[in-house]
């Protein structure tokens, strides 16, 4: 299954979070999550282990992709 | 004092000349250190980023009305947190303003609400306001007067006469505002974090500023719980909570705390920035306009600033959205 898409790049604080609290709470996962910003990723990332969820991250240069799984 | 953001940015504004108010003029050098500390920071660890590009206008006017709100209540989220420590009682009708204010910037965020992305830009536009604070410094550093009688203006009595030793105040300010960027400390985060998705990450560091204080102040003596008679503040209490509602609100629909705003520009956000400039401008005009409180009470144009504010807000916080 393809993984469910964010892009959160340049979005201010909570954007991100509130993004991927909605899709998490609607059951899309896999998700991969698209972040510029360490704040951002740090945020998101400290949501999705609260949540219970796995993350890994692709660093991509200017972004990283956090994949978010089960 | 502490560090009051709004009140420093507005004394820097006095400095500048923006307003005429004689007794808060002094180009506060905590103020430039936080945006400093917060730029080497930044650099050092790379995370330092050109970016810019968010609906800098609206940001702009935000800031403005942040600052007319914190000057109706006599202090920002810092100050509301420092006056509480000191035993002052008002500060709780201000938190609890603070408090609503970003509930229903919250309610915002959750209909859609958005000022669009931020774009990196290339690297020097994020290096402006930085190299504008490191200028302030050398205009504090050597009391420079570019006109007999003009600015840059030093207060001689009042609130902007009392400032502790510059290399004191530049240094802390220096080290808080690296440690903050380091942190991600936003005390309009904090409550928002718990009102938005419980998170009590942020509020840790509100909790921890407010206990070092209380114990400070009791240490020195300073701890005088009470409602009247207490510094720069007065107890009108239905402005004391609209006018930080109003700056709850701003500071929600820009994304930081005007302390988060300034460590941001560090970063070199381009948007906190613009930001940072409404709120020493919204001071100026504040002054100018007579909205500003005082001990006595609030000023005559005050809580018109509010509403006004206050409805600013609310258009932006309905208007605003990404297309989907």
Redesign the interface.
Known sequence: MDPYRIDA???????P??LV?RALTAGKIPLDVIV????AQ?NVM??VT?RGFRSEITDEG?WVVIHVVA | MGICVACMERDIAGALGLHRVPTVQYLRPEIMGLVLGAFIAALLTG?Y?S?GG?SPVVRFFLGCFAMVGALVFLGCPWRAILRLAGGDGNALVGLFGLTVGIGVGVWF??RGY??G????RPYGGGWILPAFMAFLLILLIGRVSFSPGGPIFFSRVGPGASHAPLLVSLGAGLVIGGLAQRS?F?TM?AI??MI??R?P?LISGVGAMLLAAWVTNILLGQFRPGFTGQPIAHTDVLWNFLGMVLAGLAFVLA??CPGRQLFLSGEGDM?AAIFVWGMIVGAALAHNFNTVSSPAGVSPFGPLAVLVGLIFCLVIGMTQRDRP
């Open positions: 790049r340049g979005l201010s604080c909570p954007q979070v509130m609290e510029d910003e360490p704040v740090e400290r949501l609260k200017p | 995370e980023r970016r968010s965020l959750k958005s000022l992305r931020s774009m990196p991600r936003c985060g928002r974090d938005l998705i998170d990450h994304g930081g948007d």
